[in-house]
Each structure stands twice: as structure tokens, then as C-alpha cells.
């Protein structure tokens, strides 16, 4: 079974742009958070998103928005790019059902903002 | 306001030798507990949970324990290997199916 896809894997952009992540969960998982990861912060939790519904959301502000697709594949959007957005951008997906707690983990979009 | 910590950003064992990484938590609702392990430019991978109704899971050569009443996590590995140096995060689940992260601790495992 493929594991979780995360594309593109590096983007360098710069302040005041928009940018858009994509994630491919694994195949039947209908969960997919992402997590901002930055030196000191440890992984910083976004949002959640479930059969196309935001189920969860982090503090973050609202230039960070995501959606999710029929087929679960999630987007991610950061507007109006900041310096502090750089950072490692990952995404998990679970099967989220009762007694199902581990996420999977794509292996993250390095995003730096100059 | 960070609701999980990891108050160790390094931690060097050798190898042979038992690693305990440390995590503490502020809320008593969270209900689940895990730990990942994470190489660099790969994402965090699953490694070991607990439930709060136990205060012990063991897998191999990890083992997890809760002490809910100090609000604190542990990770134990016996015994430690050069393949298990990485980055450890530890996570707590809420009843809304929401996950906090600590900042992590890196583990090197000297030969």
C-alpha cells in the first residue's frame, strides 16, 4: 500500500505570495491533518480535515486555509506569505475511526518565505 | 500555550544501554498517548501508544509508561542502538480526536 504522498517537496517563495500544498493520503484513510514543524516548536497542528469537512482546527490564522476532495486528497493554502512561514509543512492521514489513533505521516513540504 | 513538553532537546546514550525520553502534559483530558520517531528529510513515523486507562504498553524493546497523576510519559529503550538515533515526539490525543505534539527530543546512540 503507497504511503502518504506530499507535493511539491521543497518551494522556496516570497513574501507576500500564496502558496498551495497537496497531500495524498493512503489509500481508504478518510483523516488528513497537517502540522506545521519549525526548530523549537515541535509540530504544530493546522487543521483537520474528514470525508471533506473541517473536524478540527489549530490556532492559526486564517490566511492558512485547507479543503479536502471526494477521493480525501488535501490541499493546504497559505496566503500573503510571512518570513515565519517558513518551515516544514507535514501531513498525516488516519483511518479515524473508534479505536484507531495513529496517524501517517508524508514526508513534509520544506517551504521557505524570502 | 504548549499543552505537551519535551523538556530535553538532546539526549546521548551508548549503545547497549537503556534511553529514557521524558514527556509531561498539562491537560487531564487527553485520553491517548503516542510516540514517533522521526529520521530527517522523512516524516514522523508511529512507534508506540498507551491509553490513559493503562499505565504500561511494551513493544520489543520499548516500552511506554503513564503516570497520570504527575501528568508524565516515558519512553524506555532497552537496549538502545545506533539505528535508533533520531528525533522523538511525543503526542496526546483529546476526546475530539485532536493531536498535541511536543518539541521533541534528539536521540544519539554512540557505538
Known amino acids: 500500500k503507497a504511503g502518504v504522498t506530499q507535493t511539491p517537496r521543497y518551494l522556496i517563495k516570497t513574501r507576500g505570495q500564496q502558496v498551495t500544498l497537496s497531500c495524498s493520503p493512503i489509500?481508504?484513510?478518510?483523516?488528513v491533518s497537517w502540522y506545521q514543524q519549525t526548530p523549537g516548536q515541535g509540530l504544530q497542528f493546522l487543521f483537520e480535515?474528514?470525508?471533506?469537512?473541517?473536524?478540527n482546527k489549530g490556532n492559526f490564522p486564517g490566511r492558512f486555509s485547507g479543503r479536502q476532495f471526494s477521493n480525501s486528497r488535501s490541499e493546504m493554502n497559505v496566503s500573503t506569505l510571512e518570513l515565519g512561514d517558513s518551515a516544514l509543512y507535514l501531513c498525516?492521514?488516519?483511518?479515524?475511526?473508534?479505536?484507531?489513533?495513529?496517524?501517517?505521516f508524508g514526508p513534509g513540504t520544506r517551504l521557505t518565505v524570502l | 500555550d504548549q499543552q505537551v513538553k519535551q523538556n530535553s532537546p538532546s539526549l546521548s546514550v551508548q549503545e547497549g544501554r537503556i534511553s529514557i525520553l521524558n514527556c509531561d502534559y498539562t491537560n487531564s483530558m487527553f485520553d491517548y498517548f503516542l510516540w514517533y520517531k522521526k529520521y530527517p528529510a522523512e516524516g514522523p513515523t508511529f512507534l508506540i501508544s498507551i491509553s490513559s486507562i493503562k499505565d504500561k504498553n511494551e513493544d520489543g524493546r520499548f516500552t511506554v509508561f503513564l503516570n497520570k497523576s504527575a501528568k508524565h510519559l516515558s519512553l524506555h529503550i532497552v537496549p538502545s542502538q545506533p539505528g535508533d538515533s533520531a528525533v522523538y515526539f511525543c503526542?496526546?490525543?483529546?476526546?475530539?480526536?485532536?493531536?498535541?505534539f511536543g518539541t521533541g527530543t534528539s536521540l544519539t546512540v554512540i557505538p
Open positions: 498525516a492521514s488516519s483511518l479515524a475511526g473508534s479505536g484507531y489513533h495513529e496517524q501517517f
Open positions: 503526542a496526546a490525543e483529546d476526546t475530539g480526536n485532536q493531536f498535541y
Open positions: 480535515y474528514f470525508s471533506e469537512t473541517q473536524r
Open positions: 489509500s481508504g484513510h478518510r483523516s
